[in-house]
């Protein structure tokens, strides 16, 4: 097979089809952009609230079963599961092996 170089000396303009068009983005303000972030933090803590809630359901647990089984005080599952908090770091970890490997992951939580 042979191999080649090639050098461009313009700008690549983005395909027809492509994921962004430019004219529509050259015309988002700054409060545009905040309005969408808040919107897509909205969303991403809707999502978490989701996990949080079947991976407790999926075990067959009640919110304070969960709770006492994991650690975690009653409120902060409760917080979880209506979107006021998300979990984060080691929480989070948990929740994914939870939902992999529940039978598992509560023998070795006891």
Known sequence: ????????????????????????????????LKEQQKIDDAAAAHDAALFAQRVRKRLGLTQLEFSR??????????????GKRSPTGAARALLRVLDKAPEASLMALG
């Open 69 to 82: 089984r994991i650690d975690v005080s009653l409120e902060t599952i409760r917080n979880w599961e209506q």
């Open 1 to 32: 097979m042979k191999t080649g170089r090639l050098k461009l000396d313009a700008v690549v303009q983005p395909m027809p089809g492509g994921r962004v068009i430019m004219c529509r983005l050259e015309r988002v303000s700054e409060a545009d």
